[in-house]
């Protein structure tokens, strides 16, 4: 598969790049990059989106009728993956998700309300899927929607709102038919101070805040809705498929790589320098052999995406494959560098200021966003091999 960038996508990239280098803060971008930039608010970040906004950076593959300029997904690809580089944030779940679904589904006023301020860098959105009972199989949630006059009643808990305690909007499914699993469900758009919501923290194992999110009697209008009534499902999966590529970036990973392979090549260990140790020549060429596969799957789904094809299962494999490439690259760094590797980021003696004992810890994190790796296993099995769901 070839797959370069064109002069112009290059010369889109080195100018990203350079602003990227001339707005370098600690204020705005993570040092390690992970994603925990994406989990943390602050007037810098919503400053840099302004900018990236300013810039008609955000939304450029969007249709011109809706603020767009109908450029090639590329670019957005090139985006992303510039700002995952820098440990910067990104703007991810509004140009991608919500966006986007709501250009294919959305109503005239949701239109009119929401694509503006997405493209202005003004407004964070919440995902939420997942419940206490209701993880990976997102289908069979249960937070309960009911009829009221021309609006519904909303009552339940959301688990794992990543977002929930800085967002401006909840995108939210429900279930609006008991009767059928994935045709019960229907989205809504709902404001995350409405009255009835409330939010509590969970912390992650990787230093990141998650939600949980309860609805006690949330009444909103008929026109919450996303779409049709009772057609949510199909809008999550087309969502779920946008995210596992376009919210789970190669560059953090990639500057991870280029961190262990210059200790590998400078450090010593009792006098012995690392890059002389067969058994360590052999794990870095092996890990950078697993970070070149990701990369190809990544552009496999990028292809297909640039076709306007759905790419579910090279998404899966892209998704299943680079986490999994992650939390090999974190295990082999502590081995690598001994005992100081587990000093936390900012502790005296850390080395690579503590970047891979915080990367070993979140990457468990990154197998379970935008569905976990066993959901992942079960797509590839079931849609790219054909396997039945029971065997």
Known sequence: ?????????????????????????????????????????????????????????????????????????IYDFVLTEALARHGAPQPGKGVGIVGKTLIRHGSEKMKSEFLPKILRGEIEFAIGYS?????SDAASMRLKAERKGDGWVLNGAKLWTTSAHFADWYWVGARTDPESKHKGITLFLIPMNHPGLSIRPIWTIGDERTNEVFFE???????????????????????????????????????????????????EISGRRLRDDPVVRHKVAHLVTEFEVSRMLQKRVISAALKDQIPTVPSSQYKLFMNECGQHLADAALDMMGPDATLRPGEGGALIDGKFERSYRYTVVDTIGGGASEIQKNIIATRGLGLPKNF
């Open 1 to 73: 598969m070839q797959f370069e960038l064109e002069p112009e996508e290059r010369s889109f990239e080195d100018e990203v790049e350079a602003f990227l280098r001339q707005n370098a803060s600690p204020d705005v971008m993570d040092p390690h990059p992970e994603q925990l930039s994406q989990t943390v608010d602050t007037p810098a970040k919503r400053g840099l989106m302004a900018k990236l906004a300013e810039r008609g950076w955000l939304g450029m593959s969007w249709p011109k009728a809706y603020g767009g300029q109908e450029m090639s997904g």
């Open 217 to 267: 009697n949330v009444e909103v209008s008929a026109d919450t809705v996303v779409g049709q009534v009772n057609q949510g499902w199909t809008y999550i999966c087309e969502a779920l498929d946008l995210e596992r590529f376009a919210m789970m970036p190669i560059g953090g990973l990639e500057k991870k790589m280029e961190a262990l392979c210059t200790h590998a090549h400078s450090a």
């Open 131 to 135: 419940e206490p009972d209701a993880g």
